[in-house]
């Protein structure tokens, strides 16, 4: 078992499109049950670690997809 949260996560940290897929689909199926500070608050961890954006900017354009959607 896996917290929809930390699935979020570590799909983010992949660069397969299907996971920034699933991303989307989580968010937007999820939207508020969805704990964002949480996850967002990892993406800056991972960019950290990685010297970079590249997770962060990854949760800014699947909302932004999510929001396309609606």
Do not use: C, H
């Not at 979020?8 to 397969?16: D, H, N, P």
């Not at 508020?32 to 961890?45: C, F, K």
């Amino acid at each position: 078992m896996i917290a929809p949260e930390d699935l979020v996560v570590l799909k983010l940290f992949s660069e397969r499109g299907r996971d920034f897929d699933d991303v989307v689909t989580l968010v937007r199926d999820l939207g508020s049950a969805l704990n964002l500070e949480y996850v967002q608050r990892w993406a800056r961890m991972l960019d950290e670690s990685i010297g970079g954006d590249d997770v962060s900017e990854r949760v800014r354009a699947a909302k932004a997809r999510t929001r396309r959607r609606r």
